[in-house]
């Protein structure tokens, strides 16, 4: 009697640490669908073209080794089509990490970029012509690393559409066509 009162504790433990994405976690998530392509123009008329090509949530559970619970984490990947050596499994385009019950990071991570994007602190008034939503101007992480003048400095996101446009360094602008 003891044994099942401690195995049903143990799960009721157990089950009760797990950390689930609620829908509104994956709004960011499900703009982007499976072989979506994404074209992006710059002053000169120049295309650039990208793919996702996978979406994944990933749920470790719980880690014996470490004896912690894992979160799940969604991932949206993508291809580059102006280079063909990349390699798939590397190039993550967002990813979605559950820290707490109520506490989402969402990063993107494109060309070389990483940023965070920040709801609170990351609003701004560009491109507010072309779109009726809220629009993101999200830096680079770490802005000591952006040394070249082909780094990209900053992506303009907005919840409904996504990325909608970066910046490199050089003040090549680059913004979303389809």
Known sequence: MIRINITFFLI??????????????????????????????????????????SKNIINKGWDANTGLYNPQVAYVKYKDFSKPETIYYDNSFLTIYQKTKNEI??????????????????????????YNEQIYKIPKFDM??????????????????????????NGDKWTLVK
Request: hydrophobic content about 35%.
């Open 12 to 53: 009721l433990f157990l089950t009760a640490c797990e950390i689930r994405f609620k829908d509104e976690d994956l709004t960011v998530y499900n703009i982007y669908k499976l072989n979506d392509t994404l074209v992006f123009k710059n002053k000169l008329g120049q295309l650039k073209k990208f793919a996702i090509i």
């Open 105 to 130: 990071e969402e990063t993107i991570y494109f060309n070389d970029f990483i940023g965070s994007i920040d709801r609170d602190k990351q609003k701004t008034k560009e491109f507010s012509s072309l």
């Open 144 to 169: 000591t690393t952006v040394r070249d003048s082909i780094d990209i400095l900053y992506v303009y996101w907005t919840d409904k559409a996504g990325i909608i446009s970066y910046e490199y360094k």
